[in-house]
């Protein structure tokens, strides 16, 4: 097994922030809303209970823009630690005209100051591989999540050799810049295996088969909170 190698936690500069925001995620966007529209059976109603979300690590916000414009009874509040990904958020929110429904905060997800169950739930997306110790998001966010609410995470795994890496980077990341390409890269090495992740969310006391492979390069752990 190829080792898990760090990277930045946090990618705080301007450059780093548009790189980001300008490659190409709209696929694996659309596909995380599907699956977490799926996941939950909701159907688009704008008379309905108002649902709440965290989303942890939002970068500039193109998750919560595509769930608040595919569901109206969603209100979301996007936290990330990086002020560069929150400046684009907020002009990507503004332009989509959503600020009133879509929130940004800067904090450290691994301890916030919300309310025990503040939340109907919780998501992210490609934000674990960040953390070096992702057990603490984790805990903070089932903490977080209201009983009988749910939580959907969705990130990379890692590779089992570097051949892999190089060819995920061409396939799914050849037509990028190189310096996104390099980033990449990293973030699949900086990725968790699905037996690691699956040994956190045991140790949480959810059932460690919550996770499933989702695609050849991405786990996800979508599960009920009890209640």
């Known amino acids: ?52 979300i965290f989303d942890v690590g939002t970068g500039t916000a193109r998750i919560p823009i595509l769930l608040a414009e595919r569901i109206p009874q969603c209100r979301i509040m996007g936290a990330d630690a990086s002020i560069a990904m929150l400046d684009v958020a907020r002009i990507n929110i503004d ?9 940004l905060a800067r904090l450290d997800a691994k301890q916030t100051d919300y309310e025990d169950g503040f939340f109907t739930g919780v998501m992210s997306n490609s934000i674990i591989h960040h953390i070096p110790k992702p057990l603490a998001v984790l805990r903070e966010s089932v903490r977080l999540t ?38 990449f890269g990293e973030s699949l090495q900086a990725a968790l295996s699905l037996s690691e992740i699956r040994e956190m969310v045991a140790s949480l006391g959810f059932d460690p088969e919550t996770v499933r492979l989702t695609s050849d390069r991405h786990w996800t752990w979508a599960v009920h909170k009890p209640e």
């Open 1 to 52: 097994m190829l080792e898990r190698i760090l990277e930045p936690e946090v990618m705080d500069t301007p450059q780093e922030a548009m790189i980001y925001d300008e490659m190409d995620h709209a696929a694996v966007n659309e596909a995380f809303v599907t699956d977490l529209i799926a996941f939950l059976g909701i159907e688009p109603d704008v008379e309905a209970a108002m649902i709440d």
């Open 146 to 183: 209201e009983p009988g609410g749910w939580l959907f995470f969705r990130d990379l795994v890692r590779p089992e050799t570097r051949e892999q890496v190089e060819q995920f980077v061409a396939t799914y990341c050849g037509e990028e810049p190189e310096f996104a390409q390099k980033m």
């Open 95 to 103: 332009i989509a005209g959503l600020l009133e429904r879509v929130q």
